[in-house]
Structures are given as C-alpha cells and as structure tokens.
C-alpha cells in the first residue's frame, strides 16, 4: 500500500469544452475502445457463427451414434474422443450452443420487456399499485430463480418455450427492480413536474419523457440478465430440466455423461465444461464493458 | 526517513509562495491546463482572498498546495512552498506531517467532509493524538478546541455523530478540527457556501473572531465577492487558471484595474438597484473551457475594451502604482479599465402600468401538512397573498422555510391541506393539477433552480421548446415553427441551439430554453424558483435581464423565490419573508427593505456580507433554525429572537398586523416601537 | 419484520399455487394417463386435492407452521423430518463455503479498490467476474476432473462415511463447497471492491487525509468501515443464490442436503416435498435478510440513532 499525494480525489471537472457528439454515439465509441468488450464480442460471435453454420464444418454429424467407438479418447480422427454411444464430441460441442443461444435470449427478452414495463409503472404511479407488485416481485426473489424455474417447469412441463417463459419471467422482477429505482429518481427531476404542468398524460410521461432516461441501466441490466440467462438454461438442462435430448446441448451432454468421470472418461465432459464457461465469460466481458461505457 | 521538516527554526517570510503554477487535467486523454503559470504570495497572518467564477481553477489553487488533486489532475510545473519549504519535494512521510502539522483545509459542505460513522469526540482526538496526546488529555483538548468554535454544549457534542448536527454545527466542527493542530496556514474553499444567510453570517464572525486569537495566515476561496471583501486583508482575481488582478480588498473593489473585475462587480445588483431603474451589466461571451488554448489575453473575447494587441500579445501582470499596497492586473490597457462601456445598455422602457387592475393571483389561508415519521410537519401555515398583472412577488426565506412548497402548492404539483383558496383570475382553482383547466394550467408555469433536473437530457431544445409549444399554445406546423422562432429569439437564443441536447449547453442557456419553455402558453404567471442560484454573477445578471425584459413585455407576473436579498430586491414589486412556513413580514418592496422591519428581516438584511462594508449594525441570530416538525410555541421565532420582549412571545403567536396600508408584520412589538428600535440601532454610536 | 412476513406469505402463495393448482390433477399426474380414472379420484381423495382451494391452503399453511409438512406422495411418511435433516447438511455445505468466501472476498475486493486500474486489480476483478458467472456444474465438474480424478486430492463425492467426525467431514465438504465459493467470491469482491472506491474517493477521507493521518488509520478507522457497510446487505442476499447453487452442488456431489431432496421431489413430482422445501429456503432467506438488516443498522450509527430533529 502506497502513500501517494493524490491516492483518492475529488470527481475530475467536467469537460467544460461543448461535446458535439451525442451520448450513445460517445458509449459507441467508448465500447469500440474497451479491449473487455471486444474480447467478450470475439468470444461470442464464434459461438453465434457456430450455431448458425455449425453443421457445415462439423467432421461428424453430432446425432450420429456409433457404438463400437464410444468411450473413445481423443484422437486425430475424434479430436474430443466419442461418447458413450461414439458420438464425435468435437461435432456435438460444434453444434451444442445452439439451443442455449436461443433459448436464453429470448428468455433475455421477455424478461426486459416484461420488467422495463413493470418497473416503469410501479416506479412511475408509486403509491398502492407500486408497494402490491414490489411485495410480490420480492417474495419472487426470495427464491433462487434456478428452484423457481424448477417449481414451474415441473408444475408446467417442459419444452423450450416453458423454459424461455419461466427464465423471462423469472428474471423480470429482477429487471423490473432495477428499472424502478431508475424512474423513482428520474421521477424527482423536475423535467416531470414540468410535464405534468403541460398535462401530459401518463403515457406520454413514462414512455416519452422519463424511458429514455433510463435506457442505459436497461441496457446493462440486459447484457448481464442474458449472461445468467445462459446460467440458468444450462443448468436447468444440466439437472434435466431444460432442453431435452437428443439435441446435443452442452448442459445436457454433461449431465448424461458426468457419471462416468470416476471411470476417467473426463473427455466426454470436459470440453462441453469449457465450452460453456468461453460461452458465459463471453457475455459477461461484454456486458461489463457496457457497464463501463456507461458508467464513464 | 527524511530530516524532519520542522527543523527549520523561525518561519519563512512568506506563508505560501506558489511560483510560476500550473496544473492540469487528463480529460478525454488529454492534459487540460486548469492553473496556468500561477504566482501567489500569502505573508505570514494574513488573509488572502482567491475569487473567480465557477471552472476559473479556484479550488484547484487549494489541492495543489495540500497535494491532493483528484486522480486525473497533476502538477505539470513550477513550486509550491509552504512555510518556505518546498511542498512538491516532499516525500510521504514528510507530506503526511506537513499536514498533520502545519496546513489545514476547511471545505464545502461539512455533512460530507466528516466522517458519518464515527463520533465527533474520536474525530477530534485522533488530530492530538498525532502529536501524541491521547487519553483524557486529548479529550480536554478536543473540548476546548469546541468552545473555542462556541460551540455551546461541547461534552454531548463530542458524543455525537456527524449527521445529528446542524450544517452550522458541522461546520464549526470542521473548523475546530482543521485549527485543532494549531496551523500556521489555513484554507477555506467556499466555507459558507450552502449555509443559510443567518448561518453564515454567524460562521464568517465566527472565522473573523479566530483569526484574532490565531495566528493562521488564510487563503479564502470563495465565488462570493462580499464574503471575501468582508474576510481578507489582500485578493486575488483568478480568471481562466490566471490572476488577472490582484490588491488590496478594498482597493481591488472600490477601484478595480482589470476590465474583467470591472465587468464582475457591475453585473452584482447592488445599491437597492430595482428593475424599473435599468438593467444590470452583463458580461458577453463565456469562460474559456478548461485546456483552451489561450493566445493573448484571456478576457480578450469578452472586453469590449480589447483590441488586436489584446488577442495576439499576453498581457504581463502590470504592476500598478498605489499607494495603498502593491497592486497588479494583467490587462495592456488597465489603466482604461474602469471606463470599460457597458455590454447591456441600461436604459429601459418604462412599462405602462395600469393603475388598479384587478389581482391576477389570490391565495387565501393556505396551509400544508406532511407526515414525517408519523409527525405532522407544517410547511406552510395560513399564507395569504394576492399579486396584480406585471407584478413580481419576491419569497425570502431560508430552508425549512416553505418558500418551494408554496410554489408547488400554487402550481398545484401538490395538494394543500383543506380549506385554503387558490384564485387565478377572479376562478378558484382545483388543489390538484390533474383537475385543473388546459387553460389554467398553461395560465401559470414554472422555471425551475436547476435547469440539470428540469430539461430533459433525452431531449432536443427543438423539442422540449416545441412541446410545449404544442401543448401550452396549441399549435402545430408552420404556426408552431413560427413561434418558436420567435420565443427562441426573445429569450436570445439561436437557431443553431436548437438540434442540441441540454448537455450541451452552459447552465445560462439552459437556463434561458426553461424560461422559453415557461412562456410557451403565455402565461399570467411564472413561478422563478430561485432560478439564478445554480448560475454565476455574470451570467445571473443575464438571466435577471432577461426576466425583466420579458416581465415589461408581456405584462407576467412574477413570484420569485430567492435566499439572495439582492436579487430579490431588483426584480419585485411586494416582499413577503417567511420563516417556519409562515410569512413574517409582507409588504412593498421598498418598505420591507427600508424598515421598520421584522426582527427577522432585520437579522436577514444584517447577516448579507457587504461589498463596500457600510454595515452599521450587526444583528446575530443565535442557534439553528428550529425544526418544522417541531416548532417553538408562540412565536415561532421567538427562540432565536434578538428583540424578544417577554413570555408573550413565548405563549402566544403574534397575528400578522398591517403596520401601515399593504405593509403587515408578524410581531408583538408594536410598529412604532419597532421603528425606534431599528433607527436607534441605525444610528452611529456616539464616539 | 412485518415486512418480511409479507413476503414469506405471498411466497406461501406462490408456492401453493405453483405445486398445487399449476399441475392441475394431481392424482392423475402420480399415476400416469393410463391409470383408472376411480384409482385417480381415490387417490385425489386420499391426498384431500379435491377439497376448495381455500381450505387446502389453509390447512397446509396452518399445518406447516405447526411443523406438519404435509406427507410425501412418494415415501407415504411425514415430510418434516427430511426437511429438516437435508436443511441440516445443506447449512454444514453453505458454512464452509461463507467461512471462506465472506473475508477472501472482502480482502480482494479492498486489495483491488487500492491497487485502482493497476494489473492487479484488473486480475481480481476480471477473474472474479469470470469465476463468479459460471454456473455451479461447469465450475465443479472442472474441480472434480482436477482434483478428484487427475490429482487424487479430494473425494468427488461428498457422501462422506458414517460416523465420520468433523474433520473427515470438512475434508469431504471442500470440494463441494469450491464452486460455491467460486460463484460468491466475484460477487462480493466487486461490491467491497467499488464501496471502497466509493468510500477513497469521499470527502471523509479527503479530511482524514489532510488531518495528516498515517495512510494506514485513514484505510482502517475511516475508510474500511463506510465501504463495507453495503457488502454487508450483499452478503445476506447473497445466501439465496449460494441455495440455488446448493440444487445443483448437492446434486452433481450426490450429497443429502435440502437442494438435491428439491430435486429429487421435483423428478418425481413429490409436491409436498417440494413446496415443503422451497418454503423453507424461503424462511432461510428471509431471516438472513432480517439479519442483515439488523447487523447494517447496527453498525450505522444514521439509522441506529436517527436524526435530533
């Protein structure tokens, strides 16, 4: 630790020079200049392209068994090793983003639609309306969203669309929290008493005057939710839960082979492992680069 | 370890010396020149005064000399010497006890410069205990130290924590602690600013009072020229990172040298200057931002005086003969300064009043009440008034006052308790603002003190001017353009502003887009929520210009709200002081500003620091301002009263009585009396 | 307090709803499409699922808080015991991971606020932003290939043997309780990490700084304490993400705590259980909250005393 003149300080001046570019051009630029948020961009364009073209480069077709050679380590023809019905594990991990890659942000989706419209509304009326929904959002968030989702799917059944609407609306009150503590300050500034003083109506007030004002935190609050959408999809599928054979989803591939790792057969999950957490620290680079670029 | 640097024996002859300074800012990648080759002398015991506008490096100056700029700031040249001892070559050890030891820094708001979790008592102490005096020795200190910032009940207070204080009190708190190690160098950067008048008033006796007791030599920063004229021996002007004049206080103002302290002290409201007796000078133009590369003369852009020698040569610091002290100011032309022309005109065109038109605003028996943590808390208690067409009514009061919530109670953003009566032109008004007529709505409009909070950011000018275009007067294409022409324009703004964000903008403009947007529905009414607060002298001037002009014009009425007795006084017709959410004193401007007054109005117009200190009397109030929760009994100011008369005061609750016709005070004490007692006061002592 | 005893009831609710009236036909979901519609009504019966809402959740509710957690569909035996034991070893897992985490998160995230935007705060905050995303699984089946299967160090599972005493116990909890620490760590790291920014950055510090204290008093007594405050909260909100992650960690460890008898329940549709146990991580959490707020105001002198005004 050491002592220097300036170790903490005062906030910088603000630049005093008139800055012609606007504010999302100036967080545009700021991204483009982050190295976190292009590797975490670089990192997830490969996954996206993988997904989307995939099957054009795959040495094998991912749903193909192939018994004879299953359980066999890597080698130069099945450069991961085969499953345990010799399956090539470099074809499977190839193609084994794209369910997740869809499911999870769809689910991103709904969630910041459902919760930017919840948080505007009970950060802009306040009053009864705001304390009913935020008692409700909070014992929603009492529950881990993983046992929630659980709960749901189990009560629902499962299918790809049960699994984007319980993660969507899962993390809604999540979105919905932060989006409300947005408004409830941007609804002390005086640019909303002032539209109040031209009568606007109440939609006008939300959507046009105070929605902009709180994209940034949306946005954020976005980049990261689709990094624990990915979380919450793989480990759902992982314990079973979420995406269902034969689709050779990452999550899925490990929980049907995990078994096995006492036996030594660590290739037949490993790479799937791997691939998940390049995939995850990915969007999460990403999103705290935006953070950053926001938060400058 | 280094020698110590408490070797030297005897003090330097200068307290501060900061040759050739320059300090810069890394902003967008870039260093940014905020001091630019600063030369400043402080000699030992005396009081130096640094004042300039916002952004001018003031408070640069202070960090510099302590070495704590912010992370992004850095020392790119020249010397500091404390004490004669070079503060850049210190090393961390030999920094930390130059601090600990020999400089001391009092700052704005005292809430945040102490810390909230610990209690007063320890915050004290660990500054003896540095010079190892600990236990129940320190605590002595520390209690003396309290008295001696008058401090009245010290014990309990070293058992308190920071947010169970007054800001007054923090603030003697801060005082005592940055005295506590017995400096030979004290800076105070903007120490009152934030400070209700009648508080700060207290705190400037009591920082006048030390230095008596004290050795300290002091360097005040501060934006306001009457607090700085009233604390210091010597001043200094700082404009764009640079000195442009420097003198003694009194010499400095009285006489300045430099067209831009010239062009500063005009811009102030002084002297009762009202509006129907011309405009205020303005100074055109704005502050080189930070980093600007500066050819000639700083000022240059904004002198009328300048010529090309002006914008191509940098002018020295010309050392002016006179023989009341050294004098120096960097213009090639100062000895012209002072017949600097103006850059508004004065003159006005008288507005046409009509003699007896009916009020446009009657506001009778209005009271609101909050909850606060399950008390009833009175903001504003049974205020009446009523305002004619063309008239401005000017609400004096400091916090806790009452004087926002009246104005939102007016414009109906809150509801008042039941039973008062809101008139707008002959029509009682619905307490809410939903159930209020278009008409009346756009009837009666607002400009708020922050324009930051009141623009949106999301927003173009075109826009938020348009908008309310659209709403407020009803129109739409071609009329809608063709208006907004034409209020851009009368609130001299231009076309090019218009495609801008708020951002964008100096605080002035900003300013001026939210009194277009007030206007948009040519209203009867606009509430000034103390709308120049935020902005500097210069560009205040401007605004209040602009305030009249469009008054004189459009024949609005005004109700402005301002802690600063100046600005009120220049723009209203009627003045109403209101303490504890009730009005103390109404009346014609004149009257209230002439007296016989209020004890409070009184106390008010005592505490305002001077320019050309011709303050005869000096009425001090005692303690804080009470809480609204809880106010006193009887009179609400009768604990902090310095001419209370008995327990009258105390039981019972003086009525509003109108003294002489449209001229009511809030007192036990009679008019008369109250007029003998304030001449008797006016009157010199006989030597 | 009353606060929280909302929301646990809205829970109840929620829970209610979701394991009761969402399935639909309970009897016929246990015993299959195939089954005679008389077995199922019977069973319904059996179950009292064919009685009004209101009554049923007013009976399992006023049961529960007796400590009648209804009856597994599955082990036809009383609920409250599997709870209550699964709770016990979830606590022994989720301890060892807090002990862990709470001061080494802490510690790097103020190492980090000090080292501002040199290398070594952009390790600890980069790599605990990537540890912390991570879901459970990946993280433990990576430390189970490592050091359970290619090392030999720790057992991959946390069944440990009978009768084994504390220490055994620990040395099979600490596998289990890595991908725990490794999801928290980055968390609490970065909120220690920019409330000390936060708290460096005051003007507090600026005066303590000028008072001419050593740098080490002005970080211990004035610093430290202001920037921990909001971690505090962090840390307790906290406990609901490390439960979530215990669904999982018990699951892939084959460990008898309250995460896997939730996943159990949920596999077999064991409503009883299931609601059963998710009511209890929500009790769980909410005292942790409550906790949390005490001990936050307790070391906050603003809202322990309040202003005099």
Known sequence: ?296 | MTEPAKAMTGKAANALELRDLSVAYRVGGRNRAVLRNLNLTIGQGEAYGLVGESGCGKSTVALSVVRYLPRNGSITGGAIALDGQDVMKLDAEALRRARAESVSMVYQDPGKALNPSIRIGRQLTEIFELASVSGQAAEDRAIAMLNRVRISDPVSVMQRYPHQLSGGMQQRVAIAMALANDPSMLILDEPTTGLDATVEAEVLDLIGQLRQELSASILFISHNLAVVSKMCDRVGVLYAGMLVEEGPTQAVFNDPRHPYTVALLRCLPRGGQRKDQGRLDTIPGFLPGIGADIKGCAFADRCVLATERCRTEPPPLYELGDDRGRRLSRCHYHEQAQSLPRATPSNVAAPARQAASPAVLRVEGLNKTYASHGHPLRAVKDVSVSLRPGETLGLVGESGSGKTTFARLLLGLVPPDEGGMIELEGKQLAPRLESRSDDQVKAMQIVFQNPDSALNRSHSIRHIIGRALKRLAGLSGAALQARLDDLVRSVRLTERHLALKPRQLSGGLKQRVAIARAFAGEPRIVVCDEPTSALDVSVQAAILNLLADLQSKEDVSYIFISHDLAVVRYLSDQIAVLYLGRIMEIGPSEDVFAGPHHPYTEALLSAVPKLDQSETVRIRLDGEIPSATNPPSGCVFHTRCPRKIGPICETQEPPLSEAKPGHAIRCHIPYEELERLQKKAVEPEPA | MALSLVTLFLLSIMVFLGGQVLPGNVGRAILGPFADQRAVDALNHSLGVDRPLLTQYWSWISNFIQGDMGTSYIFRSPVAPFVIDALGNSMKLAAVAFVLVVPIGILGGVIAALNLNRPLDRIISLGGLSVTVLPEFVTGIILILIFGVWLRWLPISAAWPRDAGFFTQLYYLILPSLPLFLVLFGYIARMARSGMIEALDSDYTRTAVLKGLPWRTVIWRHVLRNALLPTITVIATQTGYLIGGLVVIETLFRYQGIGSLIFTAARGKDFPVLEAGILTIGIVYAVATLAADFLYSVLNPRIRLGTDQ
């Not at chain 1, 090793?81 to 890659?101: A, E, H, P, Y």
């Not at chain 1, 609306?169 to 005086?190: G, H, M, N, Y």
């Not at chain 1, 539209?195 to 004002?213: W, Y």
Request: proline share 6%.
């Open chain 1, 1 to 296: 630790m050491s002592t220097t003149d300036s170790s903490a300080g005062i906030p910088a001046p603000p630049p005093n020079d008139t800055n012609r570019r606007g504010p999302l051009a100036e967080v545009f630029f700021s991204l483009l200049r982050s190295g976190t948020f292009l590797t975490g961009l670089a990192i997830v364009t490969f996954w996206v392209a993988c997904a989307l073209f995939g099957e054009h480069f795959a040495p094998y077709d991912p749903l193909a068994d192939d018994i004879i050679n299953a359980l066999a380590p890597p080698s130069a023809e099945h450069w991961f090793g085969t499953d345990q019905i010799g399956r090539d594990v470099f074809s499977r991990v190839i193609v084994g983003s794209r369910d997740i890659l869809t499911v999870a942000p769809l689910a991103t989706l709904l969630a910041t639609i459902a919760g930017t419209a919840l948080g505007l509304f009970t950060g802009y009326f306040r009053g009864i309306v705001d304390d009913v929904i935020s008692r409700i959002l909070e014992a929603f968030m009492a529950i881990p969203v993983v046992i929630v989702a659980l709960l749901a799917i189990v009560a629902l059944g499962t299918s790809k669309t049960t699994v984007i609407v319980v993660i969507g609306l899962s993390f809604a009150p999540i979105i919905a929290r932060t989006v409300r503590s947005a408004v409830l300050a941007e609804r002390e500034l005086d640019y909303v008493a002032a539209a109040q003083l031209r009568h606007e109506s109440a939609l006008h007030t939300m959507f046009v005057e105070i929605l902009p004002n709180v994209i940034p935190p949306i946005l954020v609050e976005t980049t990261v939710r689709l990094g624990y959408a990915i979380f919450a999809v793989a480990t759902l599928s992982f314990m079973g839960f979420g995406i269902q054979p034969p689709s050779p989803d990452w999550g899925l591939s490990i929980s049907s082979n995990y078994g096995m790792i006492g036996g030594g057969f660590w290739w037949t999950v490993l790479f799937d492992a791997l691939a998940i957490a390049s995939l995850v620290i990915g969007v999460n680079l990403a999103a705290d680069g935006v953070h950053g670029a926001f938060n400058d």
